[in-house]
Structure formats: C-alpha cells, structure tokens
C-alpha cells in the first residue's frame, strides 16, 4: 500500500479579510480569501486590476495586516508576531523580489547580493550564495555596479539577493514590469529555475498570462475573492480564464471555488 504525503505548505491565509478606510468609502480588498502556497513550487497570482493580488501577496508575506483572518509562514502566524519579531521573520524566512530593482547604486553585484545578510550581521552560507551566482549568470558581474548593468541584469541580481538568506518563500510582485520581452524571459525562467534548484518557494504576482506561464499553478482573483486554480499553465489557458473577468461589471466573476487551507 502506498502512502501519499501531502506537501508541505510554505505560506498560507485563511478566510483572510482586508479592508481599507470605513463607512461607505471602505475598500474590501480580500473577502474571506483561504489559499495555500506549497513548499518547493511556483505559484503565480493574477486577476483583474482591483482584484486583490498585490494586497494577498502583501498580507501573505506580512507586508501588511489583515483585517480579520490569519496569515502564516509555515506553522508562524504572522498576527502573533510583535513588531521587531515580524521584522525578524521577514529578515530570515522571507525573500522580495519587487518591479523596482531597489539596488544601492554604489554597491559592487556581490555587494548588493549580501547586503541583507551584512545588516543583519549573518555571514551567511558562502557555499550556497557561490551556487546562486551559478543560477542566476552572474559570475562575470560581480564587481560591477548596476548602473553599468541591464535592467534584465539588474533583476537577476536582485533574484540572486532574494534566496541570499535562503528563505522559505520569495515573493515577486509584477517582476518583469520594468523589462523587455527577452529580458523578462530570462528571468522568469530564472524564478522558475531557483525555485526547483534550490527547493524555494516562489509566489508571484502578475498580470501576464505568459509570465504566469513560468508557474507550476496559477491561483485567480476577482473581487477580493478567490475565484480558481490553474495546475499546467500555458500562456493561452490563462489567457482564456482571464477573459472570464471582462465585461462590464466585475460582478459577472464566477462564484468563489472552495480551497482547502
């Protein structure tokens, strides 16, 4: 008899609800959102404009606070968190990669690479970030500055700094809206690559469907809520569901789907 072990989860919400501001100018960003991110994979969020995603990723990665609801790294909840615990966490378990590059301009490639783990005093693992120079196509970048670099390259090293600390989960919002076609390609496939070179969890927010194509599951908002999943994706699957979210009124979403947590 087999035994199927269910994976483990790197980060999750549960009936996770933001809202912002009060009285009739409240904003319910998330409406009773559960959804589990699983350790080792590539997830990719996406939805209409207003639909959610960034404040999920955002709450998730304890950007931000939820409204009501629970937000978790692995078996951490995040609301039980003090201030400079929160900090912590983030410091250790969590990896960003954002649209901006947000590399210090006077800094060295290497330089940039380790600076988290240089603020935090951590010397790190100097095996595993000479791997990840590997994985990310930098070797011959390292004493360069970014101004002398792409914005593809740019973003490579901002990869390479977000799996620095090897962190449970990286999470990258819009991590291709700053570059072109190609470049973009490099480096979802480089996301993509990390995350099974290195058994990292990568959540991405997006709203390209051949972006979200890199992923091994796609997950759908729409009104805060979370509408569907998508294991396998192409380019023109995704593209397909999101037409489900045009009309005139982003009420004709489908209804939510059940999640497990």
């Known amino acids: 008899m087999t035994t199927t072990t269910a994976p ?8 996770a609800v933001k809202v912002y501001g009060s009285g009739d100018t409240a904003v319910r960003a998330l409406d009773g959102v ?5 350790a080792g994979r590539f997830t990719a969020i996406m939805g209409p404009s207003g639909s ?17 609801g629970t937000a978790h790294i692995g078996d951490t909840e995040l609301g039980s968190l003090d201030d400079r615990r929160l900090t912590l966490l983030r410091r250790e378990r969590v990896g960003f990669v954002f649209q901006a590059f947000n590399l210090v301009p006077t800094l060295t490639v290497a330089e940039n690479i380790r600076l988290p783990l240089d603020l935090a005093g951590d010397r790190g693992d100097p095996e595993w ?10 070797r011959d970048r390292l004493h360069h500055r970014p101004a002398q670099l792409s914005g593809g390259q740019q973003q490579r090293v901002a990869v390479a700094r977000a799996f620095a600390g090897r962190p449970d989960v990286v999470f990258a919002d819009e991590p291709t809206g700053n570059l072109d076609s190609r470049s973009g390609e490099e480096v979802l496939g480089l996301l993509g690559g990390a995350a099974r ?8 927010v997006t709203h390209d469907p051949g ?7 796609v997950v759908f908002l729409a009104d805060g809520r979370l509408v569907d999943r998508m294991t396998a994706p ?8 999101m037409k489900a979210f045009e009309g005139p009124s982003s009420r004709e979403a489908p209804a939510p789907v059940e999640v497990p947590s």
Do not use: N, Q, W, Y
Request: charged residues 25%.
């Open 234 to 241: 192409t380019a023109e699957k995704v593209l397909d569901r």
């Open 8 to 15: 483990r989860t790197a980060a999750r919400v549960v009936d």
């Open 52 to 68: 959610g995603k960034s404040t999920l990723m955002h709450c998730a990665a304890g950007l931000d606070t939820l409204t009501s």
């Open 129 to 138: 970030i000479d791997a990840l120079i590997d994985v990310v196509g930098l």
């Open 34 to 38: 559960s959804v589990a991110f699983p």
């Open 211 to 217: 972006a979200a194509a890199h992923a091994d599951e």
């Open 197 to 204: 070179e290195t058994r990292r969890t990568v959540v991405m």
